[in-house]
């Protein structure tokens, strides 16, 4: 069984720069795309930021120049390093896997809370 477990998050004055890091774990073959997610009150769950095993790199218009996604494939992690963190920026963040073990599928994380407020 795949899992994805994310850490980081918490309150964040605007204009901080915190880090998330999801790591998946299981009987895992390959991690193919990482991503991360979230989703506001009231709101669909958007797309952040999205990285292949490869390294390329995707970004919503939204966050580009302000998160940078890497990941560490020997760790199967995934990290969204955020700066200049705006109060629209208040979402739970999901990181999302796709993941061959050993068949391919879609796995997601529980979800990590992040609240913009001075």
């Known amino acids: 069984q795949v899992q994805l477990v994310e850490h980081g998050g918490g309150l964040v004055q605007p204009g901080g720069s915190p880090r998330l890091s999801c790591s998946a774990s299981?009987?895992?073959?390959?991690?193919?795309?990482m991503g991360w997610y979230r989703q506001a009150p009231g709101k669909q769950r958007e797309l952040v930021a999205t990285?292949?095993?490869?390294?390329?790199?995707n970004y919503a218009d939204s966050v580009k120049g302000r998160f940078t996604i890497s990941r560490d494939n020997a760790k199967n992690t995934v990290y969204l390093q955020m700066n200049s963190l705006k109060p629209e920026d208040t979402a739970v963040y999901y990181c999302?896997?796709?993941?061959?073990?050993?068949?391919?599928?879609?796995?997601w994380g529980q979800g990590t809370q992040v609240a913009v407020s001075s």
């Open positions: 999302n896997g796709n993941v061959l073990a050993p068949m391919r599928g879609d796995y």
């Open positions: 299981g009987r895992i073959f390959r991690v193919n795309v």
């Open positions: 990285i292949s095993n490869g390294g390329y790199t």
